[in-house]
């Protein structure tokens, strides 16, 4: 009877510790790769359970070089942080809703093709 106790109690504890690691749905963690010129910013999709659609499986920056995997244009470039540097990760959901409201300049700097308009929300699991 011990042993099926312990053995139960694991389980509870390694299902509690895969819950802990799994966003509620809708939410995604990305990361902002490149912060080219007149917000054309490139991120990568962090979150592991996703729409393979939504995003560039495979992009190369033509100014740099450097391959990306699972990436996206930022589309809602009125909104987005002005705080978020390239390299910090956070969290998102899509905005379907996303209108523009500001003026946006028209350098060019590449991006993925696929364009996705996000709304940057606080950590789900931040108290």
Request: charged content about 20%.
């Amino acid at each position: 009877m011990k042993f099926f106790f312990i053995l139960y109690s694991l389980i509870v504890l390694a299902s509690t510790h895969a819950c802990k690691n799994d966003l509620p749905k809708g939410i995604y963690k990305g990361k902002l790769e490149v912060k080219g010129e007149c917000m054309n910013y490139t991120i990568s999709m962090q979150s592991k359970n996703f729409d393979s659609s939504m995003v560039v499986s495979s992009w190369t920056d033509e100014n740099t070089g450097k391959v990306y995997k699972n990436v996206f244009a930022l589309g809602s470039r009125c909104n987005f942080p002005s705080n978020i540097k390239a390299g910090d990760e956070f969290y998102f959901k899509i905005d379907s809703n996303y209108v523009q409201h500001c003026m946006v300049c028209l350098i060019y700097y590449p991006t993925p093709s696929k364009k996705l308009f996000i709304k940057v929300i606080d950590a789900p699991n931040a108290k």
